[in-house]
DNA sequence: CAAGAAAATGGACAAACGTCCATTTTTACT
DNA sequence: AGTAAAAATGGACGTTTGTCCATTTTCTTG
């Protein structure tokens, strides 16, 4: 058992990230200080020190909870699509663009953090290992579809695809950044599913990719 | 003609904004105070008051500048491009993807100020039109690939194929931000005409997307 | 239950921030 | 050349920043 004594730590451990990532969501980065971050936890100015050394490495560490969230919440997903490559795809794509990942929070803090990642290398490596895990996902998945479809090419046409499919997610997240209240979840996966039938008809299908119950035209 | 006056006046005044924009690139918004930018602008403490009535001022005036100077340089390059809608979008992708217009300081730049748009609302003014004038442009043009293709839902595919495009260009520019070394302006280019070959093979063919001879059929 | 350790507090502190203005310097006009 | 206006200077100002630590509170252990 934990003891209330590191219960009690953690807990408030905890509770300075979600302050941070609040603020930064809600502020942004230039606006998330020392005194904002303990307000929002309620906690006394010196935790940060205590607990973290610093205003810097708690925010270094928010970022890495973060990222980490990201990535588990999509992985969970992943667990319960199918085995085929073209499902694992679609799985990805629609978990990617889901609310519980690509909303209005996720999306603040993950390009605040993203803006300042030149410069907080540390931020920039959480950002780049999701990506990189994210992309042996996909490329998996490419691979097997493009080795059943007799692509020409196949190692090329595989890594296209991953580098291609990776990029569209990229600025569907954009899209979302930038107009909230315009972005449309399945116009943006129809999208994407419009590319990758065009490139492998024989696994992707634009019907397929929209939900049945939906039809097209608006 | 301008008067000494006037002209040293102006003068000064892209001296702050380029100073603003150079320490945005190098350090980041969180480190691009006052004191930084007089010194890169070699000016006095006063002069950001005086020309633009305060530091946030000028830091919007800045981000203003950057997309009109992004969008200028996209425009010329587009000016030299042939009727075909074909080639027009080719260049427009290209252009895109060019050192001129895809570079550290530019991207830098750009990601730093979108990090911040959520509360810098002149900021996303700026960053929207810029993607609004561009798509506007690319939209044209798969309009008319679309109608020439004789695809069906002709609305859609158009609308589509421009989402697609917007998205894969916005996220090659996130590949650049994140890996500058490793990018490859020539495979960046190659997975998006991969895409567009796919979806309209009539107008774009791998191979054609290295620079062709067969364009402009018709 | 007492004693010791760990955790939490909140204020002191220097440094850095952006704003503003009294003063000096430069330019334009008579 | 002399004068008025405009531009530029740089320091003073009050805030706010992040760090740190002496003190108090809370929990654990013997």
Same mark, same amino acid.
């Given at each position: ?24 969501? /809600? ?12 307000? *929002?936890? %309620?906690?006394? $100015? !010196? &935790? @940060? +020190? ?65 803006? /300042? ?12 290992? *999701?990506? %990189?895990?994210? $992309? !042996? &996902? @996909? +490329? ?79």
């Amino acid at each position: 058992m934990p003891g209330k004594r590191e219960q009690n730590r953690e807990q408030n451990r905890q509770a300075l990230i979600g302050a941070v990532l609040d603020s930064v969501a /809600e502020k942004g980065i230039s606006e998330t200080s020392v005194s904002e971050i303990i307000q *929002r936890a %309620g906690l006394s $100015r !010196g &935790m @940060i +020190h205590l607990h973290f050394g610093g205003k810097d490495k708690l925010v270094q560490a928010a970022a890495h909870h973060s990222s980490e969230e990201y990535y588990d919440g999509l992985e969970a997903l992943l667990q319960t699509a199918g085995d085929s490559p073209q499902e694992r795809v679609e799985m990805i794509v629609r978990g990617d663009l889901s609310e519980r990942v690509l909303n209005r929070r996720n999306v603040s803090i993950w390009y605040a953090f993203r803006g /300042e990642a030149r410069n907080r290398k540390a931020v920039a490596e959480y950002s780049d290992t *999701r990506d %990189g895990r994210l $992309r !042996g &996902m @996909i +490329h998996n998945a490419f691979s097997r579809i493009v080795r059943e479809a007799g692509t020409p090419d196949a190692t090329g046409a595989a890594r296209d695809a991953t580098h291609g499919t990776l990029a569209l997610l990229e600025g569907m997240w954009t899209d979302f950044l930038l107009h909230p209240d315009q972005f449309d979840r399945e116009e943006a996966s129809r999208v994407i599913f419009r590319f990758l039938a065009a490139m492998f008809p024989t696994h992707f299908s634009l019907k397929g990719a929209i939900p049945p119950k939906q039809a097209r035209a608006r």
